[in-house]
């Protein structure tokens, strides 16, 4: 049972750590493009960040603001490294 218990735990700290890099997502994309985004919005492959169903405008703001953006989220999240923000 032991085994178990710390199967559990892992999973919930790899949930946690999920909530929290999407959660420094959206307030760094919300503060540079100045728009609401949703939470489920945002998704993860190794090494890039993939946002959908944004306007026009706010994926201008993200583009033309893109280095911040990223050397914003190396600081508050550095245990993921991020090099790529795909705008769908």
Not at 13 to 20: A, G, L, S, V, Y
Not at 54 to 70: D, E, N, T, Y
């Amino acid at each position: 049972m032991k085994s178990i218990g710390e199967f559990f735990a892992r999973i919930r700290n790899k949930q946690t750590d999920e909530i929290r890099l999407r959660l420094s997502v959206q307030e760094i994309i919300e503060k540079y493009a100045k728009t609401k985004l949703p939470f489920d919005a945002i998704s993860f492959s190794i090494k890039t960040i993939s946002i959908k169903g944004l306007s026009q405008g706010a994926k201008s703001a993200i583009f033309i603001k893109k280095p911040v953006i990223l050397k914003e989220l190396a600081e508050k999240v550095p245990n993921r490294p991020i090099e790529y923000i795909r705008l769908d």
